[in-house]
Structures are given as C-alpha cells and as structure tokens.
C-alpha cells in the first residue's frame, strides 16, 4: 500500500483504503478500480492524495467496465444522495419546459468539479 | 393584511439599525436627475470605510478593468450611480447583521444570496438591463426578510424551518407562525429603510404566483435566478424545494428552456468572480 498524489493517479489503481468526503461520508470503497470518470470526480472532491494497492496497474479492460459500471447503482454515496436531493426539490414542480430542463440541466451537473465547489 | 403584521413587526424591533446620514444622502441624490457624478463623489468620500469599498470594488475581478483605478470620482462613473447607491445599502446591511455576529450561521443563508445575485446579473445581461450592478444587487438583498428572522425572530425561524421540513410550503409556514412572510417583512423593513421602490417590489413579490404591477422585469429575473441556484443546490434558502416559475416570467426574462444548461454554467462561473465582491464588504 501506498499515498500517491492526485496527479499521479491513472486508471486501473486500486484504491486500498476508502476515500472519505471531509464531512465522514465515504466516497469510494476500498478495492475500486479507478475509471476516469471515478478520478474526475476525485479531482471535484478536492482529494488530494489517496491509498493506492501495490501491484501492478489492473488490466485496461477492467479500468473501462469499471467506468462504465458507474451508474446509479454504483455511484458514490454521496453522489447518490445528490441526485436523491435533486429529485426530491423538483418532486411535482415539473410543469413546464422550463422546469424540465432546469432539473435536466442541473443533474448533467452534479458530476461537474463546478457544482462541488459550491454545494454543502 | 400581513403587510400590516409585517410592519407592525418591525416597527416593535427596538434596536433596529438606522440607516446612515451617508447612505440616506447617496440615495436621495441618486434619486435626482441633475445629480452629477461630482456630487456623489463629494457625499462618498466623507466616508473613508465606503470609498474604500468602492474603490477596491471596481478594481476586482467582477468588473474586469485592464488597469488600477485609483481616483473614487473615476470609480463612481465606472460603476454608474445606482450601483453605487446600491453598493453603499448593501455594505449598511452586512455592516448592520453580518459582521461578527453569528456569521457561520449566517453562511448558508449569504452563499444562496450570493449565487442569486450572480445569477441575476446574468439574466440581466441577457436582458440588455443597463445598469447590470443592480440586478445584482436586487439578488443579493432580496431576503432581506429571512435577515429579520435570523436576527430578531430565531425561534419562530426555527418553527417556520421544522415546518417546512416536513413537507409544508414556506408561505403558510410563516403565516402560521410569524403570521406574514419573510417577503412580507422584508418589504416592511426596505420601506421603513427608504429603500429605492423596485427594491422594495423585488422584495416583496420574488418567487410569488403573480409579478407586481410595477418592477415586473426586476422580480422575474430575481425569481428565475432563484430557481436556477435552488435547482444547482448553491447556499441554503429556507425553501429548499424549487420553486414553480411559470411560462410567463421566465419569457419576460427572454430565456428558452434549452438556454437554462448554458445560463447555469455562466452562473457557476461567475460565482467565482462574486465571491470577492462579497469579501469587499465584510470590512
């Protein structure tokens, strides 16, 4: 196991420990497979250096299926409870193109470094 | 009428600030055809603390200059005479409730007030608004009512708050509770203030059903902007649900439904340039 920086992270690292949110919340588990999408959105959480496996870099193939893999099923929890939010703010308010596309709009966001710098 | 209770609210807080000798002069000035920008600078300039505010104002990111101002009367021009009215209300309202006092809990509340107002200005460029400084300024100070909770009324906030947590609307919450609505007793407070009347409108009828008949090109772009910082989870307003922005408001606004994506990313990045603006006025 070792810290590697930010910078030095590329697809297919295993991650040895959990990486945590500054408020507790677990981002990403233990024994994940970094995809691209997964390392954007280490960059918008502002982490800065992470517990990678020793051991070589884990195939392309898996790197791929992992990003591919991350829908909402196995998106972090914390981006889960994001989209669970959006949802609930426009329960019933979509009654006009306006409002569709606002909601539409703002969940393309919720991945976006932008958005997290601002959220709570 | 909850106007009346609204008045009658603030009219019973004793240690009310006043608004300054300095502000009320900029205000009334402003207010006059024939004012020059010469006068204004003469009124400014009595307080160090403002001028300085000015200053540093028109020389951050927010307006872009290539080069230092470093005459006030040339600031003053730059940012127009309303804005300049408007930036001195606003430093009176962060000097009278934000300093010192509470200001974590004050965070949430300011960062959705922040994005508001950037999110104001950005409709009102596409508005072709002239003065663009006051849009900003109608986002930024358009709760002015929630101020008067968290200041005088924090129990009945913390009412109105579990209310609307469990499902309630905001309005009714502070019916019930407070028996008128932070917009309500913004506007009373505004008023009381002499605050220029669209500020007052904005204040009173942002995120209603129905625009006033006055200022409605000011209060829909104030209630656009809110929706687009509500859907973006930007800051914390009290209702934490989207409001409902009907057809006709966001076309005043002149916005297309497939233009929301490219406002929102304008908005995020304009946050940035914001942010300082605020700075300036914690002094």
């Known amino acids: 196991m070792r810290m590697v920086d930010f910078e030095e992270l590329k697809p297919g690292l295993v991650l040895a420990k959990d990486v945590e949110h500054a408020d507790g919340s677990k981002l990403l588990g233990r024994g994940t497979i970094l995809s691209p999408a997964q390392i954007a959105l280490l960059e918008s959480w502002r982490v800065k250096q992470v517990w990678i496996e020793d051991g070589p870099v884990a195939e392309e193939e898996e790197a791929d299926s992992a990003e591919t893999k991350l829908d909402e099923e196995s998106e972090s929890p914390v981006l889960a409870a994001a989209r669970k939010r959006l949802r609930d703010r426009f329960k019933d308010r979509l009654v006009n193109p306006w409002m569709e596309s606002l909601y539409a709009e703002a969940d393309k966001r919720l991945s976006t470094p932008r958005y997290w710098r601002w959220a709570r | ?283």
């Open chain 2, 1 to 283: 009428m909850s106007i009346e209770k609204a008045k009658q609210l603030i009219d019973g807080i004793e240690d009310l600030p006043t608004l300054p000798e300095v502000v009320i002069e900029i205000t009334r000035l402003v207010e006059n055809p024939d004012t020059t920008a010469e006068d204004i600078y003469k009124i400014v300039s009595t307080d160090v603390s403002l001028s300085a505010t000015m200053l540093k104002l028109v020389n951050s990111a927010f307006y872009g200059m290539s080069r230092t101002i470093t005459s006030l009367e040339k600031a003053i021009r730059i940012l127009g005479f309303a804005t300049v009215r408007n930036i001195a209300l606003a430093a009176f309202v962060f000097d009278a409730f934000v300093s010192g006092k509470n200001a974590i809990d004050y965070r949430g509340f300011w960062l959705h007030s922040i994005a508001a107002a950037s999110a104001s200005d950005v409709l009102a460029r596409r508005m072709r608004v002239k003065e663009i400084g006051e849009y900003f300024v109608y986002g930024l100070l358009h709760d002015l009512g929630i101020v008067v909770m968290m200041q005088y009324l924090p129990d009945e906030l913390a009412a109105v708050k579990s209310r609307v947590l469990e499902g309630g609307t905001l309005g009714e919450a502070e019916r019930d509770v407070i028996g008128c609505t932070h917009n309500e007793l913004g506007a009373a407070l505004a008023e009381r203030w002499d605050f220029p009347e669209s500020l007052v409108a904005v204040i009173e009828h942002h995120c209603m059903r129905e625009l006033p008949g006055e200022f409605k090109r000011e209060t829909a772009a104030v209630t656009c902007a809110n929706a687009i910082v509500t859907a973006l989870e930007i800051g914390a307003a009290l209702h934490w649900k989207v409001n409902v922005v009907q057809d006709e408001v966001w076309e005043l606004v002149g916005v297309a439904p497939d233009q929301l994506g490219g406002i929102m990313d304008e908005v995020l990045a304009e946050l940035e340039h914001s942010r300082s603006f605020i700075e300036l006025l914690y002094r």
